[in-house]
């Protein structure tokens, strides 16, 4: 058994580390990818250095205030008030520290009347505001987040995938199965999950599936009108000129999640102008239809004159691309689809504008399916009358799809555009190879850039990809989205223009082609590595493209490395200037004493040296320690602080009243 690629998830394809979002400005385009944890890890230390530069950014404040309240020493009786917010502030490591100690000293000593309010309320709103700022900008520390937006790595993973050692003409017979099987598996794979994400993820009522966030753009956008028929007057007078444009509009190089210097500035613009097709000209003769099957070396045994071919493409110069069918009711729709290389491949009734242009022809057939109603429209013509009786003896009129073919031709053509040289290209088919001669128009002097090179040439092999002939893919009538209302060879539900909503259906899966194909060269799911080789080996521009790529990643977060640059060089030049006290020699002396003196240990030695200094003396002089505690009128000594003429009137008014004295 072969060794199978798992879809487990685009983990192993992600770069982590710095990198450079050309998406930002030249500022802030610089990212840094982490998985989804340690990102969690990094804002909680981002966050928690904010919050300890808020205590250094504070020892600035308070020196500056607890300077600007030095020289406030003017007025002898606001000293007292004035030393102790010096003392807070010198002692508070925290704005919110000092916030709380300078409203209870507010609170206690009523600031409106003692001396130096107006500094003191000063401070408790400078405190305040300083919490209030770092409390925000730690809050704010998130916002460094840009989003899960990843870039890719190129990993064994990355590539174009092809049949391994694709048969030539004279393989065997099994070999040019295998080949073929492989080669089909892969483009049904890709169609399938394009038509799947499109059901899922287009259109404003999508669904909110983890799926639909992976690209850099959810979906792109399309618009629908009206146009003149392109083909031959032939066809076109056939069909009164009918015909329908599906036109991507611009679609920048980063709407697909190429970073690239030019990603946001270089556009591609897909068009594919759809008409219905008369079913005569197109129609084999019987004698012809078996002629050509003989052809191809097959032999018709059994009911020869069943046999019926329809040609509107050409496989080369000489030989049509005939498909063959038997004329015996089938149960459902089929549906066969042709590609015209370019111009010359064409039938000359539906030749492009252009050489260049490619045509899709899509056909429909279904012969057995019945409708309760007449129904004209160039896939579903239920025009053919049946009459006919029920088990119960009831009369019933039902219609039937008239014409043995059904057919709608589709002109498929892009356009570049660049905002950077202001050019745009002319109409020209989707494949890569007409577009290699206006590079240089488009990307100026850009031209050898590799990473703007290379992500033109991925764009131009995304688009190969992206014709309506590639969107169904060989899927047969389950690319119909009318065959959800079939039931026992009746078609339950039509509404009229089905044809368009068919093709729109089919040209939204080639715009999400797009899309998905540059995650699938990151990484093909379910890729059985012992059938396929990759391409890119022999095309070695494009071997850097899965190191351009973006996508969103659930299990990475992306943040701003101008953002981290700033938290952490913030938070170092704020601890630096913190430590002026300690590191900056210039500081004047007696500003540097004033900030000391008033450190609380600062204090505590000094008290305990006046203390130890007072003993002293005392005892050196042989007198005994004197209380110095207040003493009442009895000299008994108390803890009263009032003052002598307070504690008599105190003493007075507490003294009991002598027997007769009248107290009033």
Known sequence: MGTIDARAGTSDVVHLGFWVDYDGNSISKYRLTLKTNLALILLAALTVLVTLCASRSWKLWSSAAHYALERSHRKPSSI????????????????????????????????????????????????????????????????????????????????????????????????????????????????????DYVRRCYGSTSYATSECTQLSKRYLSHQIEDTECVFSKEVCSEVNGTAVAFDSGNVSFADLGLNSALSDRLFFRRRSVCSPLPWRPFMYTQDQALLSLQSYGANVIEDPKEIQAFSHVKLDEFRNWTTHFRSTLSETYGLYTELAMNGTRTSPLIRPQTQSMQVSVITVMGEIISYHSPFSDPFFNFQSRIDGVDALGREFIFYRIGPPINSVACQEMVMYCSEYTNFCTQWEGVYFGSHGNIYASLVGDHANDTTVETAFTAVGMALFHSTIYSSISDRGNSA?????????????????????????????????????????????????????????????????????????????????????????????????????????????????????????????????????????????????????????????????????????????????????????
């Not at 600031?111 to 309010?117: F, K, T, Y």
């Not at 020699?585 to 609380?600: C, G, S, V």
Request: contains cysteine.
């Open 80 to 195: 007292s008030s004035i030393r102790q917010q010096q003392v807070i502030l010198r002692n508070s490591e925290t704005a919110g520290g000092s916030l709380f100690a300078l409203l209870g000293l507010a609170i206690t000593k009523r600031p409106l009347r003692s001396p130096g309010w107006v500094s003191q309320l000063s401070l408790v709103f400078l405190s305040l505001g300083h919490w209030i700022v770092f409390v925000a900008l730690g809050i704010l520390t998130s916002q460094i987040v840009t989003g899960r937006t990843v870039r890719a790595i190129r990993t064994d993973h990355c590539g174009d995938w092809l049949p391994k050692a694709m048969p030539s003409l004279d393989a065997s017979l099994a070999e040019q199965q295998e080949a073929f099987a492989t080669l089909n598996e892969l483009a049904l794979n890709s169609t399938l999950e394009a038509d």
């Open 480 to 664: 119909l989205l009318a065959t959800r209302f079939v039931a026992n060879q009746r078609q339950l539900r039509l509404v009229p223009g089905q044809w368009k909503i068919e093709i729109e259906r089919w040209f939204q899966v080639a715009l999400a082609r797009v899309q998905l194909v540059m995650l699938r060269y990151v990484k093909t799911p379910g890729l059985d590595r012992t059938r396929v080789e990759n391409m890119w080996d022999l095309i070695p521009v494009v071997k850097g493209v899965c190191s351009i790529v973006k996508f969103n990643s659930a299990e990475h977060t992306t943040l701003s490395t101008l953002g981290v640059f700033i938290i952490v060089a913030f938070s170092l030049l704020l601890t630096i200037l913190s430590m002026w006290d300690m590191a900056l020699p210039i500081i004047p002396k007696r500003l540097l004493t004033a900030w000391n003196r008033d450190q609380a240990l600062e204090l505590l030695d000094a008290l305990n040296k006046s203390d130890t200094n007072h003993g002293l003396d005392q005892e050196g002089n042989g007198i005994a320690t004197e209380d110095k505690r207040p003493h009442d009128l009895e000299g008994n000594a108390t803890t009263n602080l009032l003052s002598p003429s307070e504690s008599v009137q105190s003493k007075l008014s507490a003294r009991k009243p002598v027997e007769g004295e009248n107290i009033n």
